[in-house]
């Protein structure tokens, strides 16, 4: 009798897929499950919405490629957002139609849990009243072996409160240190440097700076300041400075004529040196261009100028340039501490960038092979092997036996449970000789025998579920399983939808605990460093 299988779609890839590429499941005919109102079917996935849409094309898209060499494969379309009843209805056609054929194996590893749910439902319904055989439908899944998606949200989620207050402590030091800092240690220096423009002036006999533009203003009563130009003090002054310079042009006439270079325009050498500290004024980077040449040809050109004199302002001038070297070399020396401390902050900055390229490409692989992975095909007679994960079915159930409760109450709740389950397996253990516990079990015992060590394994438990609870949660209310009550007051509440009512009341609650319960209690205590130490 021929054999169809029904492979519903979600996110998974390789748990779709495996069965069929392993040849674990004989199938004469394969079809693919797929919404029959996503609006992205057929579309390129880099084409379509960010988020949920895109990561359902693309799963779809590698399910279709990997499968694509079979003759047999088609598609159906299921209201997966639908109303649980219409869903309901759908599939038990959808479960007639490929009954007519013979029989059918429906692979519900990658189905969404509300999908799921209605598979159940149908095939109860369909079986205990006598339409279809026991053995004519059977529903499959693969359990999940690893669960790289929860890894990569404890990863990301790691990643991004490092990346925030890294970023926030870098970023506040380089506000500091190219801002307030910046102007704080190079106000010196431009003081020095203003001090030298002023001492240039006097020995030239100029009556003010002459540079046009100069950003630096003394203060009413600075050294160096003049009344004006039109005394006769200054005019004095002026033609004392022009006699000067001519002077200093006949004594440099009689010697050998230097470089060009060395005899530029000392006001230039200071314009040149006041554009460097203009753009030399990042504290953070490396000094590019030294400055040190520029007031070697400023002395030189001075003492060619100045140097066979010996009053007041020509002993003004260099004992300023002298002051003005001395900044240079403390600025200089800030500049390089400043720079070699924030080597170590960009060092770990780029750690923490290589690290989110690596959480970049495990996301990527996520969508190659789906949030979880496995490898064998299981039967599923009932709910008890829900094919929800362990942490979503230990929410629903929770959220279905009890009253509408908030996310952190919940969370609370679940960690109790896994508290009392550990609890069980430490009596049990306990009974045994001790010789014979595992890792796993000496913890159990340890939570079972001292009211302490339970206390604060249930708090940490709780804490530490508070991520993945989240992602849970979002997945059960986006599949239809769990839905958000507004409260007037206080938090809103998380309750059960019926397909979550559904699912407890399909379940057999002690073979729950002792499998999805039991897993994730081991997934918990093997997530906790103080296993190790127990």
């Not at 004469?28 to 992205?40: F, M, Q």
């Not at 005899?263 to 460097?276: G, I, Q, Y």
Request: glycine share 6%.
């Amino acid at each position: 009798m021929p054999t169809t299988h029904l492979s519903v779609l979600g996110l998974d890839v390789q748990r779709v897929v495996t069965p069929l590429e392993a040849a674990d499941v004989d199938a004469d005919r394969v079809r693919l499950v797929r919404d029959e109102a996503d609006p992205e079917q057929g579309r390129d996935p880099d084409d379509c919405a960010p988020g949920a849409p895109r990561a359902s094309a693309r799963a779809a898209k590698a399910v279709s490629e990997r499968l694509a060499g079979r003759e047999t494969l088609d598609e159906a379309r299921l209201p997966f957002t639908a109303s649980f009843e219409e869903l309901y209805a759908a599939t038990a056609d959808l479960l007639r139609e490929a009954a007519a054929d013979g029989d059918v194996r429906v692979n519900l590893a990658g189905a969404p849990p509300q999908v799921a749910a209605a598979f159940y439902a149908a095939r109860t319904a369909l079986v205990d009243g006598g339409e279809l055989g026991r053995g004519t439908v059977s529903l499959l899944t693969i359990p999940a072996t690893e669960r790289p998606d929860l890894d990569a949200i404890d990863d990301l989620r790691t990643l991004v409160a490092d990346v925030e207050a890294a970023s926030d402590a870098f970023a506040e030091f380089r506000r500091v240190a190219d801002g307030p800092a910046a102007a704080a240690v190079a106000r010196p220096l431009r003081i020095a440097l203003s001090d030298l423009r002023d001492a240039l002036a006097e020995a030239s006999g100029e009556s003010r700076p002459s540079r046009p533009n100069s950003r630096v203003r003394r203060p009413a009563g600075a050294r160096g300041a003049r009344s004006g130009g039109d005394s006769p003090l200054g005019a004095m002054s002026s033609y004392v400075g022009r006699a000067r310079e001519q002077l200093a042009d006949l004594v440099e006439s009689e010697a050998p004529r230097p470089d060009p270079e060395d005899t530029r325009d000392p006001n230039a050498v200071l314009d040149a040196l006041d554009e460097w500290l203009d753009t030399e004024s990042r504290l953070l980077a490396s000094v590019e261009d030294d400055p040190h040449e520029l007031v070697a040809r400023f002395r030189t050109s001075c003492e060619a100028r100045f140097g066979k004199f010996e009053d007041r302002a020509t002993i003004e001038l260099f004992e300023s340039l002298d002051r003005f070297e001395a900044h240079l070399d403390a600025y200089l020396d800030a500049r390089s501490q400043l720079s070699a401390a924030a080597g170590p902050v960009a060092e770990r900055t780029a750690d923490l960038s290589e690290r989110a390229t690596a959480a970049a490409t495990t996301l990527s692989e996520l969508d190659d092979s789906g949030p979880a992975t496995g490898e064998s095909a299981l039967e599923l007679d009932a709910h008890a092997l829900s094919p929800l994960g362990d942490l979503e079915a230990a929410v629903l159930s929770v959220l279905a036996t009890g009253p509408p409760r908030s996310r952190p109450r919940a969370r609370r709740a679940v960690a109790a449970e896994l508290r009392e389950r550990a609890e069980h397996h430490g009596i049990v253990a306990g009974a045994r000789d001790e010789e014979t516990w595992s890792a796993f079990d000496s913890f159990c015992v340890g939570v079972a025998r001292d009211s302490v060590t339970g206390d604060r394994f249930e708090k940490r438990l709780s804490n530490a579920l508070a991520p993945r609870l989240d992602v849970a949660v979002e997945g059960l209310a986006a599949n239809g399983f769990v839905a958000t009550r507004e409260r007037e007051r206080g938090r809103d509440a998380l309750e059960p939808t019926d397909a979550g009512r559904l699912w407890a009341s399909t379940t057999d609650w002690e073979s729950f605990r002792e499998t999805v319960v039991d897993d994730l209690l081991r997934d918990c205590v093997e997530r906790d460093e103080g296993v190790a130490d127990a």
